[in-house]
């Protein structure tokens, strides 16, 4: 194991300063393996904040419906999507080293072509890389719910963050979220049923079965087995525009 910290690990997350973070980077310790793909696979499938402007035909070679996930955790999942629809190009976003370089190497592994990666706040990517109107679906499974009242502040579901993503999204592309975690999908549905631009594909108005496109997540058989519940929804971009905005944390916060 190795300390991802370390002087001769130069692989860092990137982010822009910011006062309220929906993630905690953690001092966490890699796999020799993990370490090593950085190394052998971070120039194929790496991608970074600061070369802004994501060019889809220079980082894809085509332009294929794309679907960006954020928060992909150990990545798994992801990679099996990828796999299953390779007629996608995929993008995920993950702060977390460990997975990042869980994902590479099985990426690699396997030989997907169709998934590149950012080890970089979501937020910061969403505003500075991806261009409007381009993903066809997004995808944001079980993120960190911030039990507490005092933490929901922390929660990158937020109106403004709704907002956003639904310029990045093409008319008719779709939101997929999924939660274990009761309050927390309750509190994604009031969001997303604010938003005017988006519809809830949902029959009953309220969440769908798993769809088809997603496997089961590390986190998700984690909750399980504690005995939580799932809970997903998918929502449906509308036309219409959305007016301009990037954004930033409210002024005065600390958290
Ligand atoms: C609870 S885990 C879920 C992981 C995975 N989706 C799963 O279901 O197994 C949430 C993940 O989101 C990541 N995350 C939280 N906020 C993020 C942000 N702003 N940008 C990128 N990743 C973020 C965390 O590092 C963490 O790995």
């Excluded at 993990?34 to 991608?47: H, I, K, M, S």
């Excluded at 590149?116 to 997004?138: E, K, S, T, W």
């Excluded at 939101?175 to 009953?204: G, R």
Aim: charged share 30%; net charge neutral.
């Amino acid at each position: 194991m190795q300390d991802e910290s370390a002087e001769d690990f130069p692989y860092r997350t990137e982010f822009k300063k910011k006062s309220i973070r929906s993630y905690v980077i953690r001092a966490g310790r890699m796999t020799e393996g993990q370490r090593r793909a950085f190394d052998n696979y971070w120039g194929e499938y790496g991608l970074s904040l600061f070369d802004g402007s994501m060019d889809r035909q220079k980082v894809f070679g085509r332009q294929a419906p794309l679907a960006l996930e954020i928060g992909f955790g150990m990545g798994d999942s992801l990679l099996a999507m990828a796999e299953a629809e390779p007629d996608k190009d995929f993008i995920g976003i993950e702060v977390h080293p460990p997975g990042v370089g869980r994902l590479i190497n099985g990426a690699a592994k396997a030989g997907v072509k169709n998934l590149r990666v950012y080890m970089a706040d979501a937020v910061d990517v969403l505003n500075d890389c991806i261009g409007n109107g381009c993903l066809d679906r997004f995808q944001l499974y079980f993120p960190d719910p911030w039990h507490k009242k005092k933490h929901h502040k922390r929660r990158i579901v937020q109106s403004e963050f709704v907002h956003l993503l639904c310029s990045k999204l093409k008319t008719g592309g779709l939101m997929h979220m999924a939660t274990d975690w009761e309050n927390y999908a309750e509190y994604m549905q009031e969001v997303l049923q604010k938003e005017k631009l988006l519809e809830n594909t949902a029959t009953d108005g309220q969440y769908v079965a798993r769809p088809e496109w997603r496997p089961e997540t590390k986190f998700e058989r984690r909750g399980q087995k504690l005995g939580h519940g799932v809970w997903d929804l998918v929502y449906r971009r509308l036309p219409g525009e959305v007016q301009p905005q990037v954004l930033t944390p409210p002024e005065n916060d600390t958290a």
